[in-house]
């Protein structure tokens, strides 16, 4: 637990709520879960099907992740059985042993089978994903049946937790509904202990998650001990999700250590409330998905 290191809080902030006003309302939907996964081979038990099953569970021993054999291009690809824009792709990673086997797998989404999918078009590249966390890539609505993921250029072992893909879900856009697709942080109230230069701490709920300091939209405070940003929702809400994306230009593990808070507390400017997670640590530009359960509360408070 980070209390006396001094530091500067950089970060962008996404808060995803549960916030369902109408009773046909629903959360955005995980439609991997209604896919059909497949791979290069089988290492054990370990199915293709594992890393699709729903579980975010990263210990391996635990049986819930996909795992290949030690091949040449190691690939994952799952079938979505009909064209989907795919706007987001959520990966978690082990969280036992080896989990930088991933660094530098690619995320691949198009129509075609050529190479068993792994010619499409590149969503991202993986830089790295910490033991144990999912790391979110926005693939901005490419269109594919197919998604691959695939380490290229040499011999290795290719292991997923958990693949989840996210559509935009076209059939409640007339309801006023909060769903993985909206960003309700960005009706919050945002302030932080100190500013350094213009980096205001609601650059970090702007609904920019351009992560190269210089260009203006990254909050940022002064170097202070227990250096804090908080945000009010203005009313209580379950929290199930934080997403954090880190800066890209330099400096990312200034965020390593920082704690997520949420609760309804204002004592020691928020930072006294419960606990939801830890940042190991954030690829720089890259965003990671913090799962909180429900927590209840009315402020959210990253804390170095």
Known sequence: MATKRQNLLTAALTMLLSYIPFPDCKASE?????????QISLYGNSFASNA??????G?????????????????????????HKVFSVVITNRADSVPERLN??????????DNNGNNNPRCAVISSIPPGFSTTFECHGMEGRYINVVIPGWEEY?????VEFFIQNYEFTWNPCIDLGENVALKGKATQISLYGNSFASNAID?????????????????????????????????FSVVITN????V???????????????????NNNPRCAVISSIPPGFSTTFECHGMEGLYGSPLD
């Open 30 to 38: 995980n439609v991997a879960l209604k896919g059909k996964a497949t």
């Open 52 to 57: 699709i099953d729903g579980n975010k569970d």
């Open 59 to 83: 210990d391996y021993s635990h049986g819930s992740c996909s795992h290949t054999a030690n091949n040449l291009n190691p690939w994952w690809r799952l079938d979505l059985l009909k064209r």
């Open 104 to 113: 530098g797998a690619e995320i691949r989404i198009g129509n075609s089978l």
């Open 158 to 162: 290719l292991t997923l937790c958990e």
């Open 207 to 239: 609904g920019n998650k351009d992560g190269d300091y210089s260009h203006g939209s990254c909050s940022h405070t002064a170097n202070n001990l227990n250096p804090w940003w908080r945000l009010d929702l203005l009313k209580r809400h379950k929290v």
């Open 247 to 250: 800066r890209a230009d330099s």
């Open 252 to 270: 990312p593990e200034r965020l390593n250590g920082a704690e997520i808070r949420i609760g309804n507390s204002l004592d020691n400017n928020g």
